[in-house]
Every structure is written in C-alpha cells, then in structure tokens.
C-alpha cells in the first residue's frame, strides 16, 4: 500500500513528512543535505539562514535573540520540544520519522531537532572590539570541529571576542554550532577584511598586545615567568593558525611575542583544539 502525501495539521502550520516525495516542499530548501562544507556556507549565506541542531542547541540560539525560520523534528521528540513550539505558534514545523529526516538532511539528527534561523548581519570590527579585553583571533581555522571546540573554550575560560580571516570556518556552519555546544551564539564575533598582519596596527591602536601561538625561535614557553608582562596585559588578541600549516610567517613578523606549550621530549604538538583551551587558560584576564 502506497505511503501518504505530506499532510498538514488543522491549524496549517504543521506538516508531517512520510516519505521521500514529501522533500519537495520548497520550504525545507535550508535542510536539504549538503556534505561540502564550502557548498553549504555558500548556500546558507545566499538563502540568510544557518541550522541549529539538536534541542539544547535550538534553545540557546532562541534565547539568544535568534528569528527562527522552520523547525525540523523527529516524532519522538516532539512531548519534549513541546514548550519551544508553543512559544513560536507561527513557525512552520515539519515532522516525521527518522529515517525519512535522515533522507532530507544526509545525516541523523542529533536530538531530534533542527531549526533553520535568520543569519544575523555581519558585525563591524570595531564594535566586536569595543569593551573586549581577551580577544581570539582564527587565521585560517578551517576545520569546523575544531572551531566549534575553540568557541567553546574560549566563552568558558572568559575571552570575550573572536576575529576570523576571510578563509576561515563558518561560526554559524552547523557542525561548528553543535561542537560549541551552542555558546558560539553568546561570543560576539567578525570577519576581518584581510589578513591578520593588516589587522594588527589597528588593534595596537586600540591598546591591544598580539601574541601568536605557533613554535618559533624566539617562542616562550606559557608557563615562563618571562610572559608575566603578557598574562598581566590589559588588552590582548592571540592568533591560531591552520591545522597544520600553522600562523602565518608574514604574521609572526608582525607579534608582541610568540608561545608554546612547553611539551617532552618525543611529543610534537598538541591539536589547534586542545592547544588553544590550554593557551585561552594561561592568558585570561586576570
């Protein structure tokens, strides 16, 4: 026996997705599976939406003042979500089983929830600035795992900026929201227009020491007495590198100073993740 069309609620707000040909809806353009992360930046920012997923997710960017588009809800979610929908009566929800959401999206729904929300408008420089003493800068983070975890050390350990290069991840790609754990929505962030070398005399203009976390000759271990004058910095911007290729030499050119995570002998580095959250603790605002 043939499975049903996409039927819609009496109210008309809901429609519940049965089977493959109910994708159609021109609606669920924002969830539509694209595995190329470039792809989906690209297509996010011509549509002005980003995905927040799973339920915890969703109400932290509804709580930070996001315009939420649609939701995407697998049934057996829906009795816990049921707060979230009332709150939003005029927001269209699809619904339906797992399998068939997996099929829209080309991946299982963590938690159950999705939502396609308003992007915001891009932010001046100068405004994520303004009052920030701890400022993270991202020069070509391209991985979006590893940008997820960097936003979520960085508002837990109590920086209060991110600047990202023009080639670096989307904060609002929905990997990278979901590996924040969602606290990417309350760390105020911008594009530079060029790269961090252009950046930095601004950025001395406005009272802020630039250091880089890369090895160089002339690199100071974070544990070394000698970085006391930085630690105690009032202002303070610290650049990560590409996974690998690390901080630009034209960059370094540019630093106050230059750090590394003193490390045994054996052990070459540690991953730009995990190297941040230690260099984000050591370099707080005291």
Do not use: C, K
Request: charged residues 25%.
């Amino acid at each position: 026996m043939a499975e049903p069309a996409a039927s819609a609620g009496p109210d008309g707000r809901e429609v519940r997705l049965a089977r493959a040909e109910d994708l159609a809806d021109p609606r669920l353009a924002p969830y539509t599976t694209l595995t190329d992360a470039a792809l989906r930046r690209r297509v996010d920012a011509e549509h002005g939406v980003f995905l927040a997923e799973s339920s915890q997710v969703v109400r932290r960017a509804l709580a930070a003042g996001h315009t939420p588009r649609s939701f995407l809800l697998g049934d057996r979610y829906r009795e816990s979500f049921a707060d979230v929908l009332a709150a939003h009566p005029d927001v269209p929800l699809f619904t339906g089983p797992d399998e068939v959401l997996t099929s829209l999206t080309g991946f299982h729904l963590h938690r159950g929830a999705l939502a396609a929300m308003d992007r915001p408008a891009p932010r001046p420089v100068t405004d994520v600035l303004a009052g920030a003493r701890r400022v993270l800068i991202a020069e070509d983070l391209v991985d979006h795992t590893n940008l997820g975890a960097v936003v979520r050390s960085a508002v837990a350990l109590g920086w209060d900026a991110l600047l990202l290069t023009p080639q670096a991840a989307d904060p609002l790609y929905r990997r990278a929201i979901r590996v924040s754990m969602g606290t990417v929505f309350r760390l105020p962030w911008a594009r530079l227009e060029g790269p961090v070398a252009e950046a930095v005399p601004a950025l001395r203009e406005a009272g802020f020491a630039v250091a880089a976390l890369e090895v160089t000759e002339r690199a100071v271990g974070l544990d070394s007495p000698e970085l006391e004058p930085l630690r105690s910095a009032d202002r303070l911007a610290l650049v990560l590198g590409q996974e690998g290729p690390g901080v630009r030499t034209e960059t370094l050119e540019h630093t106050d100073a230059d750090v590394v995570i003193s490390m045994p002998d054996g052990v070459d580095s540690l991953n730009v993740a995990a190297a941040a959250a230690v260099a984000l603790w050591e370099l707080r605002a005291r």
